[in-house]
Each structure stands twice: as structure tokens, then as C-alpha cells.
């Protein structure tokens, strides 16, 4: 098993940008040895929930001093 860049509870973000996300599950398919999966959350401007699955190569790791600053829209 390879060494997982996340784990449930980091936040993450798009390396291309966007909102912060939490790691809410992580995927692996041991037999197919494609990329690692991951189900994000997170919460858009209306505070509306929703969660996507992206593949572990689009994120980054988002500092928690960066966190507590959130972006304002």
C-alpha cells in the first residue's frame, strides 16, 4: 500500500483554486493501481453542503494558518 498524501479531517483545496474542503473519505483500488480517490466537503457562500470526489493529484494540503482566514467572495 502506498503512502497516503491525506487523511480524513485535512483540508484540502484545488491546486487550481477554489474553496477549502475537508477529507471526508479516501479511496484506493488495489487491483485496478489507479490514482487515489477522495470524497471532499465543503460549504459554498449560502452555506449550502456539498461533497465531490477528486482524485489526490488535484489537491493540495491547506496550512491551518492559511484556514483560519477564510476568503471572502
Excluded at 483545496?13 to 479511496?27: E, R
Excluded at 493501481?33 to 470524497?39: A, G, H
Amino acid at each position: 500500500m502506498a503512502t497516503r498524501k491525506y487523511k480524513t479531517g485535512d483540508m484540502v483545496q484545488l491546486i487550481s483554486g477554489g474553496p477549502f474542503m475537508t477529507v471526508a473519505d479516501y479511496y484506493e483500488d488495489q487491483f485496478l493501481q489507479e490514482e487515489s480517490m477522495l470524497d471532499c466537503d465543503w460549504f459554498d457562500d449560502k452555506n449550502n453542503p456539498h461533497r465531490k470526489t477528486f482524485k489526490e493529484d488535484q489537491l493540495t494540503i491547506v496550512e491551518k494558518s492559511i484556514a483560519a482566514y477564510p476568503l471572502v467572495v
